[in-house]
Structures are given as C-alpha cells and as structure tokens.
C-alpha cells in the first residue's frame, strides 16, 4: 500500500484516488465497509431512494482505509488525514464511516466512537450528520438508543457507541476511543484534547484515527505539526505505512483564479458539489478583496497560509534563510543586540546581529520566559512554550515573572564571550538594566521604537530577508514571531510592526529589526534617522 500512496510532487500526491491502481483487501474488509456505506440513506440525497451519495473518488479512500491489514488481520493503517476544501462532503464521510464503527461491520463490544472538534457546536455538526442517516433508514429502528441531549448514539447489542465531544469541555482524559474522527484540527485552540485523543488510542488494539480538515495558518500549531508529517508521508519522505494521507491542495504560488485548479483540488467538483457558482462569486469578491483572497486559498483552495492576513514577508522567501548558525566562528566578530523587554509576564528577546559578507545578516536570538508561566501560556496562546524550552530555544527564569536580572546577567556573559558593539535598548522598561550596564561600562544606547528609528530599521531588515540576505538558523520563536507580524504602511511607504492577534508575539521580529538596524548603522556610520523619510515628530509607538 505504500507504494502506492507515496507520491512525490503536490499534483500526484492524490493521483492513486482516481487510476486503476490496486487496492489490497486480502480479507475483503476493504468491500465490507463500501457494502454499508451503500446501505446508508441521507436526508439530503438528491437520489430517488436518498441513498447515500458515495462517489468514486470517496470509495477509492474507504478501500485504502479498511482493505489493507496484516496477515492476522489487523488494520495496516491507523492514521488517517484527510485535508480537503470546504464543500467536499468529508463530514458526511466522516460521520458515515464513525456510524460504520458503531453499528456496522467495524463495530466492536462497547467500542467508544467519537468526533471531536474545536467546540460544541462545531462537533454537533458530525454527529448531527449521522444522526440524520440514522433516522433516514428504517432498519436502524429499535436496534439504536439516541441520545440527542447527550449527543450520543449507543448500539443495544454491542453497547457500542458514537457521542460528540469538544476541545472546549471541562476534562479531556478519560476517553479510549476506537475510532477518532477529529473534525477542523486547524480551528482547535489547544493541545490537551489532542493529546488525550492519541493517548487513549493506543489503549485498544486496532483503533483508527481520522483527522478531517481544511487548511490553516501559521506553523506553531498542533494542526500543522499533523500536516507536515502527512506531507512528508505522502511525498516519500518518511515511510510510515501506518498514515494514509489524503491531501488535496493547491501549490502555494498558483493562480488561485484558475477553474482548472479549482477542480483538481476540490474532488467533489466533478460530481456537483461544492457549488461552482459559488465559487466563482467567491472569487470575484476576492480579487477585489486582498482578505477574502487570502480566506478563498486557505478554505477553498486548502493552501495553509502564514498567520497574519498582512504578513511582514512571505515566510517561504523567510525560510531560506534557516542555515545553521554556528557561534562559535562568530567570535571576536563585531556584534550588535536589540533588546526588547516585556511586561513581567511575557516574552523577553535579546537578538545578536552580525554581519554575513558585505551586505548581510546573521543572527541568534535569546527568548526568556518566566518558567512557572510557561504550561499556562502554551494553553492560552496555543504554542509550544514547555516544547521549546527542552529544545532550548526558551531561556526559563525563576518565578511567574521575566527576571530582569537573569536577562541582565544573559547579556553581560554574552558580552563577554562575543565582541558586542552596541546594545540597543527601547527605554520603556530598561532604565534600570541599562543604568546598571551603562555603570560598569557596556555599551547601553536608546533606541525608541517610533516610526523615526523603527521605520528605516524595519527596511533594512526587509530589505536583507528580501534579498535572502538575512540567516537566522531556523530558530522556530523566532519565525512564530514574524509569521505574527501584522504590517502598517504610512503614505510615504514607512512600515510598523502590529500583533496580527492580542496573543500574537513579535517581541522577536522588533528585537531583530532593532539590531540589525544597529549592525547596518556601526558598519557604514549612519544613524538610524538618516533613512527616515517620514515626519521627525511622529512618534507614533510600534
């Protein structure tokens, strides 16, 4: 089955849905599964009798989940992710193949089914789904307890049973599903559901999970970390037999107008739904609309975008920058830090800029965090803060506030292990600490973050990552926070950094444009406001 499944470019990956290609099923379980489904009546169906619409490309899907197995016939695959435009029916499949669990062939002796989703009312969709093809077939009569109030339906004899669940409930343990449908993964806000879900799947032998959902944006995210290890499974890049990914999306830089792409990434096109029409109005509206563009490609053409709606620079062009850095070979090399102090609470980044040949930069940033805090963000933000501070990329300070004098000794180790020019502070909050350095003779300066010295600074570091200039060692902080970035324009084309969200940081972003800024200024001996081109008294705060 691998061999079958592992394509190598965007446009192949899918290819094995739609040929002739063989689709092991020594058992026949593969059929079993198409059989039921085809028993199954929907409410909606525009067919005469309502049965339920099970097109060729979505029968292909259900013979790659359920006809592979081992010799003792056990299931080959466990993981299922399937990431498809809105519109193409996969929670209709989704709740067809959970009731196939719970009272069809695949149902077990108490067997738990469940969907889950971001929220109540986003879960209720499933399981309204097939609710609503219970009630359509007779023979399902008297043989079903359903539970509306509950969101549960149970099978009398097998005491198996389907309910809906959300990532917003008071306690997530306690589960052990043998089927998991996890619906929009990209809209869940947090991880512990998640982790609940894979932990109580591995208790039952056999179970399977199936992750339905449409693109999302940004990196940092436990809906991200799914999609890329599907890629890398469906490109060949990892062999895991165990992951059937089903992924239809367009390439990050297609013409999202194109009706020929349309098709072949939305499947269920070629039998009437989603609507073409629709689509077309859609896209209209988008090519006026830069917002509505950027919704059409994420929920309509599955592409996943960076996280704000106005990013800073295409985190693609970014990425390229991600050679490693190694410090040691930039010893007693001149060196600049920006410093940007946080409120007690938040991220606190020191980020060293060097000089990479003539007209580059390299850089290595420095993020604290108070350590009792670092659980509670990763549940408000959605981010790995515990995750990154084993990789080492978070310094944690004691307490459940920024230690300034755990920064302020950072920094003065790293002063003395590199040849630091300028350390670039915003006053707002660093009077003390540069007061303290300034007194035992390091180089402290002011560096306010207004338009007059954030402007041009913001320039020079677009300009570097522009002209892949700018290397930065792939550090993932580092790139959540300028995916946050949200940019402001004024008329004469100076740009501010903004959150794109409240709980969005790009304390990172503004501490490396601060120093590179400086890196550039102590190289030529310019000041950061020879390049200003705005009103001197606009001091309007980043």
Known sequence: MAAVIQMRETCSVTSWIFDDSEIPDPFGYGERAVKFLRILKHPKSTRDDKAFQLDPWQERIVRAIYGPRHPDKRRIVRTVAMMLPRGNRKTSLGAALALLHTVGPESTLGGECMVAASDRSQARIAYAEAYSIIEAEARFEGKLRLTDSKNRIQNEKTKAFFEAISADARTAHGHTPVFALVDELHAWPKRDLWEAIKSGLIKVPNSLLMVISTAGRGQENVAYEFY???????????????????????????????????????????????????????????????????????????????????????????????????????????????????????????????????????????????????????????????????????????????????????????????????????????????????????????????????????????????????????????????????????????????????????????????AVARCAAGDNGLSTYDTFEGDIDDWSCV
């Open 228 to 514: 890329d290890y599907a890629r890398k499974v469906a490109r060949g890049e990892v062999i895991d037999e165990t992951w059937l990914p089903i992924l239809f999306e367009a390439p990050r830089d297609a013409d999202w107008r194109d009706e020929a792409l349309w098709h072949q990434v939305n499947p269920g096109l070629a039998h009437g739904y989603p609507d073409i029409d629709g689509l077309r109005q859609l896209a209209r509206e988008a090519a006026e609309i830069p917002s509505e563009r950027d919704s059409f490609r994420q929920l309509n053409l599955n592409i996943w975008l960076d996280q704000t709606a106005s990013p800073f620079v295409d985190m693609m062009v970014y990425d390229e920058g991600s050679a490693a850095v190694d410090l040691d070979d930039l010893e007693g090399k001149p060196c600049w830090l920006g410093v940007d102090l946080s409120s007690t609470s938040d991220l606190t980044t020191v980020v060293a800029a060097w000089r990479d040949g003539e007209d580059g930069f390299v850089v290595h940033p420095m993020f604290f965090c108070p350590a009792d805090n670092l659980r509670g963000k990763a549940d408000r933000e959605g981010v790995p803060y515990p995750l990154w501070e084993e990789q080492e990329f978070i310094i944690p300070t004691p307490g459940n506030v920024v230690d300034y004098r755990a920064v302020e000794d950072h920094i003065r180790e790293f002063c003395a292990r590199f040849e630091v020019r300028e350390i670039a502070f915003d006053p707002h909050m660093a009077r003390n600490i540069m007061n303290n350095l300034l007194e035992d003779g390091f180089p402290a300066v002011e560096m306010r973050q207004g338009w007059v010295t954030m402007a041009p600074a913001i320039k020079e570091l677009e300009r570097a990552i522009l002209g892949r200039r700018f290397r930065h060692g792939g550090n993932p902080v580092l790139r959540w926070n300028f995916e946050n970035i949200a940019v402001e324009t004024d008329k004469a084309g100076n740009k501010s950094f903004h959150k794109g969200k409240s709980k969005n940081k790009i304390d990172g972003a503004v501490a490396a444009a601060m």
